[in-house]
């Protein structure tokens, strides 16, 4: 059975980065039937989409966060990560790492999700 | 950017009645269309996918109905533990949106 797991600080500084880990259980970040995505949610409102590596290395990123997220993905570690640059109070939410299939693309596995408040 | 809305942004049910879920897209997305359940301090879980195909171990009184720009997430029976939020999300094109979901809560 996959699980995922996000892990990372849940404080950060204003104008800092953001860093998280996803890591998979229970299966290969290397299967080409799935893509793995971040996924945030503010304090009391709607998901937001980040963006999606495929474990190739190839990225897609929501164009709203203005080129300040990154993905990479470490298959021998069998993870996954995202950095936010430039972070302010507005990018505090629950961080949610998830699986998508690639038949579909609809989310089917989701990590626990993380609270990330960016406060001095 | 495809935007998705979701209505009513709140619907009181009764336990054992019917809920009906609207979603709408900005413009098609044919099918491609998934509806997910987020219960209180939980990450969401797949319903529904292919705006009708219901995920792996899903209950049937859960079904997805629509294609185009309109679609319906049905609850047949409300059980206690389906008073959560409900989003709809798009994926024909990127970037993948979601809607701003509706809470279905205890009439």
């Given at each position: 059975q996959v699980?995922?797991?996000?892990?990372?600080p849940?404080l950060v500084?204003?104008?800092?980065?953001?860093?998280?880990?996803?890591?998979?259980?229970g299966?290969?970040?290397?299967?080409g039937?799935y893509?793995?995505s971040?996924?945030?949610?503010?304090p009391?409102?709607g998901?937001?989409?980040?963006g999606?590596?495929?474990?190739?290395?190839?990225?897609?990123?929501?164009?709203?966060?203005?080129?300040?997220?990154?993905?990479?993905?470490?298959t021998?570690?069998n993870?996954?990560?995202?950095?936010?640059?430039?972070?302010?109070?507005?990018?505090t939410?629950?961080f949610?790492?998830?699986?998508?299939n690639?038949?579909?693309?609809?989310?089917?596995?989701?990590?626990?999700?993380?609270l990330?408040?960016?406060?001095? | 950017e495809?935007?998705?809305?979701?209505?009513?942004?709140?619907?009181?049910?009764?336990?054992?009645?019917?809920?009906?879920?609207?979603?709408?897209?900005?413009?098609?997305?044919?099918?491609?269309?998934?509806?997910?359940?987020?219960?209180?301090?939980?990450?969401p879980?797949?319903l529904?996918?292919?705006?009708?195909?219901g995920?792996?171990?899903v209950?049937?009184r859960?079904?997805g109905?629509?294609?185009g720009?309109?679609?319906?997430?049905?609850?047949?029976?409300?059980?206690?533990?389906?008073?959560?939020?409900?989003?709809?999300?798009?994926?024909?094109?990127?970037?993948?949106?979601?809607?701003?979901?509706?809470?279905?809560?205890?009439?």
């Amino acid at each position: 059975q996959v699980q995922l797991q996000e892990s990372g600080p849940g404080l950060v500084k204003p104008s800092q980065t953001l860093s998280l880990t996803c890591t998979v259980s229970g299966g290969s970040i290397s299967s080409g039937d799935y893509y793995w995505s971040w996924i945030r949610q503010p304090p009391g409102k709607g998901l937001e989409w980040i963006g999606y590596i495929f474990y190739t290395g190839s990225t897609y990123y929501n164009p709203s966060l203005k080129s300040r997220a990154t993905i990479s993905v470490d298959t021998s570690r069998n993870q996954f990560s995202l950095k936010l640059s430039s972070v302010t109070a507005a990018d505090t939410a629950v961080f949610f790492c998830a699986r998508a299939n690639s038949s579909h693309d609809a989310s089917d596995i989701w990590g626990q999700g993380t609270l990330v408040t960016v406060s001095s | 950017e495809i935007v998705m809305t979701q209505s009513p942004a709140t619907l009181p049910v009764s336990p054992g009645e019917r809920a009906t879920l609207s979603c709408r897209a900005s413009q098609s997305i044919r099918d491609s269309l998934a509806w997910y359940q987020q219960r209180p301090g939980r990450a969401p879980r797949l319903l529904i996918y292919g705006a009708s195909t219901g995920a792996t171990g899903v209950p049937a009184r859960f079904s997805g109905s629509g294609s185009g720009t309109e679609f319906t997430l049905t609850i047949s029976s409300l059980q206690s533990e389906d008073f959560a939020i409900y989003h709809c999300q798009q994926y024909y094109s990127w970037p993948l949106t979601f809607g701003g979901g509706t809470k279905v809560e205890i009439k």
